[in-house]
């Protein structure tokens, strides 16, 4: 690349560069001076990862011992880069030391998949024990075990995911504490969760001034995630194939994505499309972040691979750009706690014998929770909910359930099995990130 471009990012960096009103996430234990394994903040394009790394840049600015000329943030979606003609992290540290004067001690590298060979430079990075490394991705493949293999123990990953609930609370500057969310102030509480729903957590798209800014930024972000994240990335040739997945998983999230019915569908509409093409492409959406994929549970680790996945959107925001939102509610709720069950780190399936659960949860080999998602339990749906958590629990050896609706709450015990009836808004409040309920 042309050195004087480098110098002159870099020269940005330090006379430039403020740091932007930030919304604090809930990764808050984090701090960059005890980092001595390299830290990768994984998760989708627009999530907040850059304005993360800005948190923690802005906690070590704070530290009177250190300055700006003491860290080094380069963005390697910046064009300006380019491609590095030798050593990069030869080219970097030395422009920064041209600039600055000394080399700096703390690396936070944006996006960084998109610098040839990250894992051998940042291997060699941290191998000179000279450098806390921070760095950022928007494919899955940096929160997968093979990468942290291949970095031998140096490597650790958190995933950022667009705001959660309470973060959005946070944002619009809604209080609420154990006791005022029995008072008045639910209503308020409620609001904001159907904005939230409707609108997904997007930072940037929760900050817009109105719906048709926000369906803009939505569909950029679909754009981005076509064309950059997948089509460009993986160097797709069905196009047309990729564009009848996504939208088709529009139109059908929280629901189970049949292979064969999707191959089905596309030869009535004389389109190509194999098999094996299209659990390919399924597979490059979850690794873009597009895409949460939930397998059926089994025992059986073979019987999980071959039954259909069920497919839920990583942000509800997408589905706007679906169906009406009235027509979906109860698919955005299910959705919702979808996106909270693995921003928490969960491992899920769905439950599929005679009746249907939405969520099993397991934790090493045990299965531990069943979880049902509806609106809200009527005399038209109560039998068929329970019935599906009830035959999940059976089956599993569990003698509680929870069921999550938009507000309703009670305790019940329908023949020895206790179920536990939460609004899901309460439920993502629940600070204990590493719970159920």
Known sequence: MKKDALLTIIAEWLEEWEIPSLVTRNQHAINPLERKRILAIVGPRRAGKTYFMYQLIRSLLEHNEYSKEDILFLDFEDYRLGKFTGDPIDEILTAFNQVAGRYPRFLFFDEIQNLPNWNRVLRTLHNRRQFNIIVSGSN???????????????????????????????????????????????????????????????????????????????????????????LERYNIKARHLLDALMNDILENYAGIFSITRFEKQLKSNGLPGSKRTIANYLHYLVEAFFVIGNEKFSFSSRQRIMNPKKTYLTDTGFAALGRPFTENRGRIIENTVAIELFRRGMETFYFRNRNECDFIIKQGRTPTHAVQVCWEITSRNEKREIAGLAEACDFLGLTSGIILTYDQEEDRTIDGLQISVLPVWKWLLNDQTGKIT
């Open 140 to 230: 899955s493949k940096l929160l997968s075990s093979e990468i942290a293999s291949e970095l031998r123990g140096r490597y650790d990953d958190i995933l950022m995911l667009p705001f959660s609930f309470q973060e959005y609370l946070r944002y619009r500057n809604i209080s609420y504490t154990a006791a005022s969310i029995r008072t008045a102030a639910r209503g308020k509480i409620l609001a904001a969760f159907d904005d939230y729903m409707k609108h997904g957590g997007f930072p940037e798209v929760s900050m817009a001034g109105n719906e048709t800014e926000q369906r803009k930024l939505l569909k950029s972000y679909f754009k981005t995630i076509f064309y950059r994240d997948i």
